[in-house]
């Protein structure tokens, strides 16, 4: 059983940064598809960074301003956001699969992320 706990949420200026924090625990953290989603207000959740192996992917939206540090020493995943955006403005989740399964089992309680312009 994988729990994830997020944190590093708060409110922000554009232009401002801030970097979340995903805490694993109760798995073999080294072994898991890790990934950041996002669900701002009347929109739907969207898939915003994922990390496999040493592989790394983003969302067109955040490329260039995101990255998804990890550090499996730690059992820890983290979301650089830089150049922060009004558009930003959501709740963002962790999330965890295994690397050879497309189903995300795994999932944090998120943390409110406000950008203000």
């Known amino acids: 059983q994988v729990q994830l706990v997020e944190s590093g949420g708060g409110l922000v200026q554009a232009g401002e940064s801030l970097r979340l924090s995903c805490a694993a625990s109760?798995?073999?953290?080294?072994?898991?598809?890790m990934g950041w989603y996002r669900q701002a207000l009347g929109k739907q959740r969207e898939l915003v960074a994922v990390t496999s192996g040493g592989s790394r992917n983003y969302a067109d939206s955040v490329r260039g301003r995101f990255t998804i540090p990890r550090d499996n020493a730690k059992n820890t995943l983290y979301l650089q956001m830089n150049s922060l955006k009004p558009e930003d403005t959501a709740v963002y989740y962790c999330?965890?699969?295994?690397?050879?399964?497309?189903?995300?089992?795994?999932w944090g309680q998120g943390t409110q992320v406000t950008v203000s312009s």
């Open positions: 109760g798995g073999i953290f080294s072994i898991l598809a």
């Open positions: 999330a965890a699969r295994q690397r050879t399964t497309t189903r995300w089992d795994y």
